[in-house]
């Protein structure tokens, strides 16, 4: 099994610019999660998905838009780049509510706003 | 609202020496406790977790044991390897979702 999938693994963009990352996971998992990760500030949530067709914001949503387009799927994107969203991107799937339940991470995407 | 707190890096040992990576955390009601090592340019993974007071984690020799007198999950480790050289996440669910630690960062030297 390949797990969880993203892509693209690295994206340099310009100020402005807009792109979506995208994310799937073949375990057959209700929950889906995006978060970011920053030097010194472990990982934040940017939008999770409970099950799907449902959405919601995290901890840092501003900037951000998803789409849970299938139970497989789960994508994110940046309408506007902006410098302060360079930053590693994870997307990570769970079989249910995080609750007790272990996360499943994909391999990352380093993004770079310029 | 839910918290976790965790040491600060980076944490450099020489093989063999014994580790402790300290957590502490701060929620309502019974949240599960986990330890999550990420290594150079891969995802987090899981190392352990412990859903109820008492219960102790365990895998490839770190444990970790659920303290709630303490509001404790400290990670450790008799004897590290050269391998396990990586960065640690303290982290703890409730209902919704996760909340990580910022990370500890080990070195160990051959």
């Known amino acids: 099994n390949a797990g969880v999938t993203q892509t693209p693994k690295f994206q340099v963009l310009k100020t402005g610019q807009s792109m979506t990352l995208q994310c799937a996971q073949d375990m057959n998992h209700n929950s889906m999660y995006w978060y970011r990760q920053d030097p010194g500030m472990g990982l934040r949530l940017i939008y999770y998905?409970?099950?799907?067709?449902?959405?919601d914001k995290g901890e840092v949503p501003n900037g951000y838009n998803v789409s849970r387009l299938n139970k497989r799927e789960f994508s994110l994107r940046l309408e506007s780049a902006a410098p302060s969203q360079t930053s590693v991107y994870f997307c990570?799937?769970?079989?249910?509510?995080?609750?007790?339940?272990?996360?499943?991470f994909g391999s990352g995407t380093q993004l770079s706003v310029l | 609202g839910n918290s976790v707190t965790q040491m600060e890096g980076p944490v450099t040992l020489s093989e063999e020496a014994f580790l402790t990576i300290n957590c502490t955390y701060t929620a309502t009601g019974y949240p599960s406790l986990f330890w999550y090592v990420q290594y150079p340019g891969e995802g987090l993974q899981l190392l352990l977790k412990a859903t109820k007071a008492d219960d102790k984690g365990s895998n490839k020799g770190f444990e970790a044991t659920y303290r709630k007198e303490t509001t404790s999950f400290h990670l450790e480790k008799g004897s590290v390897q050269v391998s396990d050289s990586a960065v640690y996440f303290c982290?703890?669910?409730?209902?919704?979702?996760?909340?990580f630690g910022t990370g500890t960062r080990l070195k160990v030297l051959a």
């Open positions: 990570a799937s769970s079989v249910d509510r995080p609750q007790g339940e272990k996360l499943f």
């Open positions: 982290a703890l669910s409730g209902t919704y979702k996760y909340i």
């Open positions: 998905s409970a099950s799907e067709g449902t959405t």
